[in-house]
């Protein structure tokens, strides 16, 4: 295993993504060599993290799994995590600033949100969720809430959405757009449009089980 004030090299590894991350150039790749629980992280800069084949694990429990507060510009790609709340955490990850935020074979599950969009970003963040399982949060799956003046949209493809309070809800200034994508078993609505905010299907989306019918009224907006 590795120690945080190690160079965070493939001979000399840190033990965290939060001490990998502070010896990581911007642009990097910060990358799980074995199987193991890498702590809680704030990111501020463009970077990726990959769990590659071992899948590395963040266990967040009464905390935020993965914070993204980084420049309007930046782009942040999280891919093969595993991030647990234990039933306390906060949000899996919730993205505060970026320009892009790429989440790709992830597994988010017993959080309080799953994936929580809060972005200040006046130019607008872009995030794409695919090939992600999100279960068992005891809030909303997925929750867009771009703050007054900012914007953010989401394509949700190939990724499922179980056993949560509410499936995905998009506020004002949000768009989400969803393809091939699971929403199922979760308590009340499985897809909830806010005010302007917008929500579209592509293809092969599946909708079911939620309460009471899946679909909140005035959920989907037309193509």
């Given at each position: 295993g590795g120690v945080d004030p190690n160079p965070g090299s493939g001979t000399a590894p840190?033990?965290?993504?939060?001490?990998?991350?502070?010896?990581t150039a911007a642009k990097g790749v910060i990358n799980v060599l074995d199987p193991g629980g890498f702590g809680a992280v704030t990111i501020t800069k463009s970077i990726t993290i990959d769990g590659g084949g071992v899948e590395g694990g963040i266990l967040a429990g009464g905390v935020n799994g993965?914070?993204?507060?980084?420049?309007?510009?930046?782009?942040?790609?999280?891919?093969n995590l595993q991030i647990d709340g234990f039933g306390t955490g906060l949000a899996g990850i919730r993205i505060v600033s970026a320009g892009a935020v790429y989440i790709e074979n992830c597994r988010i599950r017993l959080m309080t949100t799953g994936i929580q969009e809060v972005t200040t970003a006046t130019s607008g963040t872009q995030i794409v969720v695919k090939d992600?399982?999100?279960q068992e949060c005891s809030g909303d799956g997925i929750s867009l809430t771009p703050a007054a003046g900012a914007a953010s949209s989401l394509?949700?493809?190939?990724?499922?959405?179980?056993?949560c309070n509410r499936g995905l809800v998009v506020n004002a200034r949000g768009k989400a757009i969803l393809n091939e994508s699971v929403i199922g078993m979760n308590v009340l609505d499985g897809i909830k449009r806010v005010e302007t905010g917008v929500i579209q299907t592509y293809k092969n989306n599946r909708i079911f089980g939620n309460t009471p019918d899946g679909t909140a009224k005035g959920a989907l907006k037309p193509k």
């Open positions: 840190a033990k965290t993504f939060a001490g990998a991350i502070s010896r993965i914070i993204i507060n980084a420049a309007p510009t930046d782009v942040v790609i999280l891919r992600t399982v999100i394509f949700l493809d190939n990724s499922e959405i179980q056993g």
